[in-house]
């Protein structure tokens, strides 16, 4: 990362790193195996905002990925137009060739707030600087981004967290909300159904005018 910055600083002319070749054969299993992706929990997000101010890039990043699950890419790239009346919506960048999916969220109170707080500085990025660091070097701005973040977990107690775990705290939460909603539903059919049994109606249709008194 070092070398990268200098180079395209024009500090160097080339980026020596680059001529040093791994030798794989000598990594530990600790080095070869990939690195889990924990998820944060509960206590430690609020120990993550409450480090930090309204409208600062991490408190504000940390609640987007939380509501939605971008990336820190898809995040840092963020534009004013993705927002609209509490909803997002973005083209995300790591699709693959001719492949960008769009996501859709409703963002909670507590991440406007925050979003509301970061100086608009007339840009189209609802963070400018990292924004068009982002879009001119991805490569060495994310490497940045990401042990700024590392740091700052470490700084708080918490190890062995990314900010890609944010996106692994969302699909759990994501899905245990889901999970619910189907179980609800299919246990007000099978109840309508029953209730359905009882009356002797050929139509559940008819069994739903008996149910829409107030519940006792």
């Known amino acids: 990362v070092f070398f990268d910055f200098c180079f395209t600083r024009g500090l160097i002319t080339y980026n020596p790193a680059r001529q040093v070749e791994v030798r794989t054969e000598m990594l530990t299993q600790k080095q070869r195996l990939p690195t889990e992706r924990l998820p944060f929990t509960d206590p430690e997000i609020e120990k993550i905002l409450g480090a930090l101010e309204p409208g600062d890039f991490w408190h504000a990043a940390t609640l987007v990925s939380l509501d939605t699950g971008l ?12 927002l609209r009346g509490g ?9 693959g060739a001719g492949y960008n999916p769009v996501v859709r969220h409703v963002l909670s109170e507590r991440t406007l707030q925050s979003l509301r707080a970061v100086p608009n500085e007339g840009g189209i990025y609802f963070f400018e600087e990292i924004g068009r660091n982002m879009r001119e070097n991805p490569a060495t701005e994310q490497s940045r981004l990401s042990q700024q973040f590392r740091r700052l977990c470490i700084g708080l107690g918490i190890e062995g967290k990314s900010f890609h ?11 245990r909300e889901k999970r619910l909603s189907i179980f609800q539903q299919m246990a007000a059919e099978l109840a309508l159904a029953g209730v359905q049994a009882d009356l002797g109606h050929r139509s559940s249709e008819t069994t739903k005018i008996y149910l829409k008194h107030p519940k006792h």
């Open 87 to 95: 909803k997002l919506e973005v083209a995300t960048s790591k699709g």
């Open 165 to 175: 775990g944010l996106r692994h705290t969302f699909a759990m939460r994501r899905e």
């Open 71 to 82: 990336r820190l890419r898809d995040v840092a790239l963020l534009e004013r137009v993705s």
